[in-house]
Protein backbone atom coordinates (compact mmCIF):
# COMPACT_ATOMS: atom_id res chain seq x y z
CA UNK A 1 0.00 0.00 0.00
CA UNK A 2 2.78 2.88 0.90
CA UNK A 3 3.68 3.08 -2.90
CA UNK A 4 0.11 4.51 -3.42
CA UNK A 5 -0.06 6.46 -0.25
CA UNK A 6 3.67 8.09 -1.16
CA UNK A 7 2.04 8.58 -4.81
CA UNK A 8 -0.92 10.50 -3.51
CA UNK A 9 0.53 12.29 -0.86
CA UNK A 10 3.36 13.85 -3.35
CA UNK A 11 -0.05 14.77 -5.48
CA UNK A 12 -0.70 17.13 -2.92
CA UNK A 13 1.80 19.44 -4.43
CA UNK A 14 -0.04 20.18 -7.73
CA UNK A 15 -1.97 22.28 -5.66
CA UNK A 16 0.95 24.62 -5.11
CA UNK A 17 1.18 24.93 -8.85
CA UNK A 18 -0.21 27.97 -9.68
CA UNK A 19 -1.72 29.69 -12.95
CA UNK A 20 -2.09 32.70 -14.50
CA UNK A 21 -5.81 32.80 -14.01
CA UNK A 22 -7.74 33.86 -11.12
CA UNK A 23 -11.28 32.02 -10.24
CA UNK A 24 -14.31 34.03 -10.32
CA UNK A 25 -14.18 36.73 -7.03
CA UNK A 26 -11.72 35.18 -5.38
CA UNK A 27 -8.19 37.42 -5.46
CA UNK A 28 -5.39 34.38 -5.12
CA UNK A 29 -4.12 32.76 -8.57
CA UNK A 30 -5.76 28.86 -9.81
CA UNK A 31 -3.84 25.98 -9.35
CA UNK A 32 -3.60 23.30 -11.36
CA UNK A 33 -5.37 20.98 -8.71
CA UNK A 34 -8.70 22.84 -9.06
CA UNK A 35 -7.96 23.33 -13.14
CA UNK A 36 -8.05 19.80 -13.80
CA UNK A 37 -10.54 19.22 -11.66
CA UNK A 38 -12.52 21.60 -13.15
CA UNK A 39 -12.16 20.89 -16.77
CA UNK A 40 -12.72 17.22 -16.18
CA UNK A 41 -16.17 18.71 -15.09
CA UNK A 42 -16.22 20.60 -17.99
CA UNK A 43 -15.72 17.56 -20.81
CA UNK A 44 -18.15 15.38 -18.85
CA UNK A 45 -20.65 18.58 -19.21
CA UNK A 46 -19.99 18.95 -23.04
CA UNK A 47 -19.22 15.16 -24.46
CA UNK A 48 -22.17 15.54 -26.77
CA UNK A 49 -20.57 18.89 -28.52
CA UNK A 50 -17.20 16.60 -29.22
CA UNK A 51 -16.03 17.26 -32.52
CA UNK A 52 -16.17 13.08 -33.31
CA UNK A 53 -17.73 10.21 -31.28
CA UNK A 54 -15.30 10.13 -28.08
CA UNK A 55 -15.03 7.76 -24.63
CA UNK A 56 -15.61 10.34 -22.09
CA UNK A 57 -13.88 8.33 -19.19
CA UNK A 58 -10.51 8.61 -20.95
CA UNK A 59 -11.50 11.85 -21.64
CA UNK A 60 -11.52 12.55 -18.20
CA UNK A 61 -8.52 10.25 -17.19
CA UNK A 62 -6.25 12.33 -19.66
CA UNK A 63 -7.22 15.84 -18.18
CA UNK A 64 -6.99 14.59 -14.39
CA UNK A 65 -3.67 13.36 -15.03
CA UNK A 66 -2.25 16.17 -18.01
CA UNK A 67 -0.82 18.71 -15.75
CA UNK A 68 0.93 16.41 -13.20
CA UNK A 69 4.29 17.10 -14.63
CA UNK A 70 4.03 20.92 -13.57
CA UNK A 71 4.66 19.47 -9.34
CA UNK A 72 8.37 19.93 -11.15
CA UNK A 73 8.36 22.30 -13.82
CA UNK A 74 5.56 24.79 -12.79
CA UNK A 75 2.96 25.66 -14.84
CA UNK A 76 3.84 28.28 -18.22
CA UNK A 77 0.92 30.50 -19.86
CA UNK A 78 -0.32 28.95 -22.92
CA UNK A 79 1.04 32.27 -24.66
CA UNK A 80 4.63 31.58 -24.16
CA UNK A 81 6.50 32.31 -27.31
CA UNK A 82 8.89 30.08 -27.22
CA UNK A 83 10.66 27.52 -25.07
CA UNK A 84 8.18 24.78 -25.05
CA UNK A 85 10.35 21.56 -26.53
CA UNK A 86 12.57 22.20 -23.33
CA UNK A 87 9.32 22.23 -21.19
CA UNK A 88 7.43 19.34 -22.35
CA UNK A 89 10.74 17.42 -22.27
CA UNK A 90 10.77 18.58 -18.77
CA UNK A 91 7.57 17.24 -17.97
CA UNK A 92 7.97 14.39 -20.03
CA UNK A 93 10.40 13.80 -16.87
CA UNK A 94 8.49 14.64 -14.37
CA UNK A 95 5.81 12.38 -15.02
CA UNK A 96 8.05 9.45 -15.29
CA UNK A 97 9.31 10.56 -12.03
CA UNK A 98 6.26 11.16 -9.90
CA UNK A 99 4.14 8.38 -11.61
CA UNK A 100 7.11 5.86 -11.07
CA UNK A 101 6.07 6.25 -7.17
CA UNK A 102 3.57 3.57 -8.60
CA UNK A 103 3.52 0.15 -9.27
CA UNK A 104 4.70 -0.45 -13.03
CA UNK A 105 1.75 -1.19 -14.71
CA UNK A 106 0.10 1.61 -13.01
CA UNK A 107 2.63 4.08 -13.55
CA UNK A 108 2.43 3.17 -17.39
CA UNK A 109 -1.40 3.55 -17.27
CA UNK A 110 -1.29 7.27 -16.49
CA UNK A 111 2.26 7.80 -18.56
CA UNK A 112 0.24 6.69 -21.41
CA UNK A 113 -2.82 8.65 -20.43
CA UNK A 114 -0.29 11.92 -20.37
CA UNK A 115 1.82 10.99 -23.82
CA UNK A 116 -2.04 10.59 -25.02
CA UNK A 117 -3.13 14.19 -24.35
CA UNK A 118 0.67 15.73 -25.52
CA UNK A 119 0.21 13.94 -28.80
CA UNK A 120 -2.96 15.03 -29.23
CA UNK A 121 -3.60 12.60 -32.34
CA UNK A 122 -6.63 10.43 -30.74
CA UNK A 123 -10.93 11.85 -30.75
CA UNK A 124 -10.56 11.59 -26.95
CA UNK A 125 -7.21 13.89 -27.20
CA UNK A 126 -8.61 16.59 -29.55
CA UNK A 127 -11.41 17.37 -27.29
CA UNK A 128 -9.34 17.22 -23.61
CA UNK A 129 -7.32 19.61 -25.68
CA UNK A 130 -10.17 21.95 -26.27
CA UNK A 131 -11.75 22.14 -23.26
CA UNK A 132 -7.99 22.86 -21.44
CA UNK A 133 -7.89 25.23 -23.89
CA UNK A 134 -11.31 26.80 -23.60
CA UNK A 135 -11.42 26.46 -19.85
CA UNK A 136 -9.05 29.74 -19.14
CA UNK A 137 -10.29 31.74 -21.56
CA UNK A 138 -14.27 31.60 -20.24
CA UNK A 139 -12.72 32.24 -16.91
CA UNK A 140 -11.00 35.95 -18.58
CA UNK A 141 -14.47 36.26 -20.49
CA UNK A 142 -15.96 36.71 -17.07
CA UNK A 143 -13.11 38.27 -15.59
CA UNK A 144 -12.94 40.91 -17.75
CA UNK A 145 -9.37 39.66 -19.46
CA UNK A 146 -8.14 39.32 -16.13
CA UNK A 147 -4.94 37.36 -16.78
CA UNK A 148 -4.81 38.61 -20.78
CA UNK A 149 -4.64 42.32 -19.47
CA UNK A 150 -1.56 41.38 -16.59
CA UNK A 151 0.22 39.22 -19.08
CA UNK A 152 0.53 42.14 -22.50
CA UNK A 153 -2.12 38.79 -24.35
CA UNK A 154 -3.48 40.57 -27.27
CA UNK A 155 -6.69 39.27 -29.26
CA UNK A 156 -5.45 38.07 -32.27
CA UNK A 157 -2.60 36.04 -29.85
CA UNK A 158 -5.54 34.28 -27.73
CA UNK A 159 -7.20 33.51 -31.39
CA UNK A 160 -4.56 31.99 -32.83
CA UNK A 161 -2.94 29.98 -30.27
CA UNK A 162 -6.01 28.46 -28.83
CA UNK A 163 -8.79 28.82 -31.74
CA UNK A 164 -7.29 25.53 -33.75
CA UNK A 165 -7.11 23.68 -30.69
CA UNK A 166 -10.96 24.49 -29.54
CA UNK A 167 -12.35 24.06 -33.35
CA UNK A 168 -10.70 20.83 -33.51
CA UNK A 169 -11.69 19.07 -30.65
CA UNK A 170 -15.17 21.36 -29.93
CA UNK A 171 -16.34 23.12 -33.00
CA UNK A 172 -19.52 24.88 -31.21
CA UNK A 173 -17.43 25.79 -28.41
CA UNK A 174 -15.36 27.49 -30.57
CA UNK A 175 -17.57 29.33 -32.58
CA UNK A 176 -18.90 30.28 -28.93
CA UNK A 177 -15.78 31.67 -27.65
CA UNK A 178 -14.88 33.48 -30.86
CA UNK A 179 -17.72 35.61 -30.63
CA UNK A 180 -17.12 36.37 -26.60
CA UNK A 181 -13.48 36.92 -27.66
CA UNK A 182 -14.76 39.64 -30.34
CA UNK A 183 -16.96 41.12 -28.08
CA UNK A 184 -13.86 41.55 -25.52
CA UNK A 185 -11.97 42.94 -28.20
CA UNK A 186 -14.32 45.50 -28.44
CA UNK A 187 -14.83 46.21 -24.47
CA UNK A 188 -10.74 46.74 -24.32
CA UNK A 189 -10.23 43.45 -22.40
CA UNK A 190 -6.59 42.29 -24.20
CA UNK A 191 -3.43 43.82 -23.45
CA UNK A 192 -1.44 44.88 -25.74
CA UNK A 193 1.80 43.60 -27.12
CA UNK A 194 4.72 43.87 -25.19
CA UNK B 1 -24.09 26.65 -25.18
CA UNK B 2 -24.67 28.94 -23.01
CA UNK B 3 -26.08 27.12 -20.38
CA UNK B 4 -23.09 25.17 -20.35
CA UNK B 5 -20.54 28.07 -19.63
CA UNK B 6 -22.99 29.61 -17.03
CA UNK B 7 -22.69 26.21 -15.03
CA UNK B 8 -18.85 25.60 -15.25
CA UNK B 9 -18.25 29.01 -14.40
CA UNK B 10 -20.73 28.55 -11.26
CA UNK B 11 -18.36 25.52 -10.21
CA UNK B 12 -15.14 28.19 -9.73
CA UNK B 13 -17.09 28.67 -6.93
CA UNK B 14 -16.63 25.31 -5.13
CA UNK B 15 -12.50 26.84 -5.22
CA UNK B 16 -13.68 29.28 -2.17
CA UNK B 17 -15.05 26.30 -0.06
CA UNK B 18 -12.50 25.53 2.45
CA UNK B 19 -11.91 22.27 4.18
CA UNK B 20 -10.48 21.74 7.13
CA UNK B 21 -7.09 19.87 6.28
CA UNK B 22 -4.18 22.10 5.10
CA UNK B 23 -2.17 20.43 1.86
CA UNK B 24 1.12 19.28 2.42
CA UNK B 25 3.78 22.08 2.80
CA UNK B 26 0.98 24.96 2.73
CA UNK B 27 -0.16 27.24 5.18
CA UNK B 28 -3.72 27.65 3.43
CA UNK B 29 -6.41 25.28 3.90
CA UNK B 30 -7.33 22.52 1.08
CA UNK B 31 -11.08 23.10 -1.16
CA UNK B 32 -12.74 21.03 -2.37
CA UNK B 33 -12.04 21.64 -5.75
CA UNK B 34 -8.71 20.19 -5.59
CA UNK B 35 -9.92 17.62 -2.91
CA UNK B 36 -11.90 16.32 -5.67
CA UNK B 37 -9.12 15.80 -8.26
CA UNK B 38 -7.09 14.37 -6.09
CA UNK B 39 -9.46 11.32 -4.57
CA UNK B 40 -10.29 10.65 -8.14
CA UNK B 41 -6.55 9.85 -8.51
CA UNK B 42 -6.69 8.27 -5.21
CA UNK B 43 -9.56 5.81 -7.26
CA UNK B 44 -8.03 5.28 -10.35
CA UNK B 45 -4.58 4.30 -8.62
CA UNK B 46 -6.45 2.36 -5.56
CA UNK B 47 -9.22 0.77 -7.91
CA UNK B 48 -7.31 -3.14 -8.16
CA UNK B 49 -7.69 -2.91 -4.35
CA UNK B 50 -11.81 -1.98 -4.26
CA UNK B 51 -13.30 -4.22 -1.78
CA UNK B 52 -16.45 -5.42 -4.86
CA UNK B 53 -15.29 -5.48 -8.78
CA UNK B 54 -16.03 -1.57 -9.45
CA UNK B 55 -16.58 0.45 -12.93
CA UNK B 56 -13.47 2.89 -11.81
CA UNK B 57 -14.88 5.62 -14.39
CA UNK B 58 -18.47 5.36 -12.70
CA UNK B 59 -16.58 5.90 -8.89
CA UNK B 60 -14.62 8.78 -10.80
CA UNK B 61 -17.26 11.00 -11.92
CA UNK B 62 -19.25 10.39 -8.85
CA UNK B 63 -15.91 12.02 -6.96
CA UNK B 64 -16.16 14.68 -9.92
CA UNK B 65 -19.68 15.63 -8.37
CA UNK B 66 -19.78 14.14 -4.76
CA UNK B 67 -18.85 18.20 -2.96
CA UNK B 68 -20.30 20.57 -5.69
CA UNK B 69 -23.47 21.10 -3.43
CA UNK B 70 -20.71 22.48 -1.14
CA UNK B 71 -21.07 25.63 -3.07
CA UNK B 72 -23.88 26.60 -1.33
CA UNK B 73 -24.06 24.84 1.79
CA UNK B 74 -19.92 24.90 2.88
CA UNK B 75 -17.69 22.05 3.73
CA UNK B 76 -18.53 20.37 7.06
CA UNK B 77 -15.51 18.68 9.08
CA UNK B 78 -16.15 14.41 8.94
CA UNK B 79 -16.15 14.61 12.62
CA UNK B 80 -18.84 16.95 13.19
CA UNK B 81 -21.22 15.01 15.74
CA UNK B 82 -24.94 16.25 14.75
CA UNK B 83 -26.75 18.10 12.14
CA UNK B 84 -26.36 15.93 9.23
CA UNK B 85 -29.57 15.62 8.43
CA UNK B 86 -30.58 19.20 7.94
CA UNK B 87 -26.90 19.70 6.60
CA UNK B 88 -27.40 16.91 3.78
CA UNK B 89 -31.00 18.50 2.96
CA UNK B 90 -29.36 21.37 2.24
CA UNK B 91 -26.99 19.97 -0.18
CA UNK B 92 -29.63 18.16 -1.94
CA UNK B 93 -31.73 21.14 -2.97
CA UNK B 94 -27.57 22.88 -4.18
CA UNK B 95 -27.25 19.95 -6.34
CA UNK B 96 -30.58 20.88 -7.36
CA UNK B 97 -30.53 23.87 -8.22
CA UNK B 98 -26.35 23.92 -9.49
CA UNK B 99 -27.13 21.02 -12.43
CA UNK B 100 -30.00 22.57 -12.64
CA UNK B 101 -28.07 24.98 -14.78
CA UNK B 102 -27.11 22.27 -17.31
CA UNK B 103 -29.87 21.01 -20.10
CA UNK B 104 -32.42 18.22 -17.91
CA UNK B 105 -30.63 14.70 -18.99
CA UNK B 106 -26.89 16.11 -18.30
CA UNK B 107 -28.44 17.60 -14.80
CA UNK B 108 -30.25 14.26 -14.23
CA UNK B 109 -26.69 12.16 -14.89
CA UNK B 110 -24.76 14.03 -12.56
CA UNK B 111 -27.56 14.51 -9.78
CA UNK B 112 -28.30 10.90 -9.86
CA UNK B 113 -24.16 10.18 -9.49
CA UNK B 114 -24.23 12.49 -6.43
CA UNK B 115 -27.57 9.94 -4.87
CA UNK B 116 -25.20 7.59 -5.41
CA UNK B 117 -22.17 8.68 -3.97
CA UNK B 118 -24.62 9.46 -1.14
CA UNK B 119 -26.52 6.37 -0.68
CA UNK B 120 -23.30 4.45 -0.63
CA UNK B 121 -25.58 1.33 -1.50
CA UNK B 122 -23.23 0.35 -4.83
CA UNK B 123 -19.98 -1.23 -5.13
CA UNK B 124 -18.82 1.87 -6.89
CA UNK B 125 -20.09 4.06 -4.21
CA UNK B 126 -18.81 1.93 -1.46
CA UNK B 127 -15.22 2.40 -2.81
CA UNK B 128 -15.83 6.23 -3.74
CA UNK B 129 -17.27 6.77 -0.10
CA UNK B 130 -13.74 4.48 1.19
CA UNK B 131 -11.58 7.19 -0.75
CA UNK B 132 -13.14 10.49 -0.23
CA UNK B 133 -12.87 8.67 4.09
CA UNK B 134 -9.42 8.12 3.47
CA UNK B 135 -7.63 11.30 1.57
CA UNK B 136 -7.28 13.69 4.86
CA UNK B 137 -6.46 10.76 7.35
CA UNK B 138 -3.67 9.96 5.09
CA UNK B 139 -3.00 14.21 4.98
CA UNK B 140 -3.07 14.40 8.57
CA UNK B 141 -0.77 10.82 9.09
CA UNK B 142 1.79 13.26 6.84
CA UNK B 143 1.48 16.43 8.80
CA UNK B 144 1.42 15.57 12.77
CA UNK B 145 -2.36 15.18 12.69
CA UNK B 146 -2.89 19.12 11.77
CA UNK B 147 -6.70 19.07 11.48
CA UNK B 148 -7.47 16.46 14.46
CA UNK B 149 -5.49 18.72 17.16
CA UNK B 150 -6.23 21.94 15.40
CA UNK B 151 -10.28 20.36 16.05
CA UNK B 152 -9.74 18.32 18.96
CA UNK B 153 -10.41 14.73 17.40
CA UNK B 154 -9.24 12.05 19.31
CA UNK B 155 -8.20 8.84 17.66
CA UNK B 156 -11.34 6.84 18.87
CA UNK B 157 -13.47 9.23 17.12
CA UNK B 158 -11.82 9.08 13.82
CA UNK B 159 -11.43 5.10 14.08
CA UNK B 160 -15.30 5.52 14.33
CA UNK B 161 -16.41 7.59 12.00
CA UNK B 162 -13.74 6.75 9.11
CA UNK B 163 -13.15 2.98 9.49
CA UNK B 164 -16.61 1.46 8.83
CA UNK B 165 -17.01 3.30 5.12
CA UNK B 166 -12.91 2.37 4.34
CA UNK B 167 -13.06 -1.02 5.65
CA UNK B 168 -16.91 -1.69 3.51
CA UNK B 169 -15.03 -0.11 0.03
CA UNK B 170 -11.44 -0.58 0.72
CA UNK B 171 -10.41 -2.88 3.61
CA UNK B 172 -6.58 -3.07 2.40
CA UNK B 173 -6.19 0.56 2.63
CA UNK B 174 -8.10 0.60 6.04
CA UNK B 175 -5.47 -1.75 7.31
CA UNK B 176 -2.88 0.36 6.18
CA UNK B 177 -4.50 3.70 7.88
CA UNK B 178 -5.51 2.02 11.25
CA UNK B 179 -2.14 0.61 11.91
CA UNK B 180 -1.09 4.68 11.12
CA UNK B 181 -3.96 6.14 13.34
CA UNK B 182 -2.77 3.90 16.13
CA UNK B 183 1.10 4.93 15.84
CA UNK B 184 -0.11 8.61 15.62
CA UNK B 185 -2.14 7.97 18.48
CA UNK B 186 0.76 7.15 20.37
CA UNK B 187 3.18 10.01 18.77
CA UNK B 188 0.27 12.14 20.35
CA UNK B 189 -0.80 13.47 17.28
CA UNK B 190 -4.66 13.46 18.01
CA UNK B 191 -6.99 16.01 19.49
CA UNK B 192 -8.60 15.76 23.51
CA UNK B 193 -12.54 15.52 23.22
CA UNK B 194 -13.83 18.79 23.86
Not at 60 to 76: C, K, S, W, Y
Not at 104 to 128: D, K, S, V, Y
Not at 143 to 158: D, P
Request: aromatic content about 8%.
Amino acid sequence: MQPFIDFILELDKLKAVTRKTRPLGLDRYENSAEHSWQIAMLAVSLVDYAAEPVNVDRVVHMLLVHDVGEIDTGDTIVYAEDGWAERKAAERAAVVRIFGLLPEARAAHFIALWHEFEEGTTPEARFANAVDRAMPALQNLANHGQSWRENGITHARVVARIGPSIHAGCPELWAYVKAQLDEAENAGWFGSRR
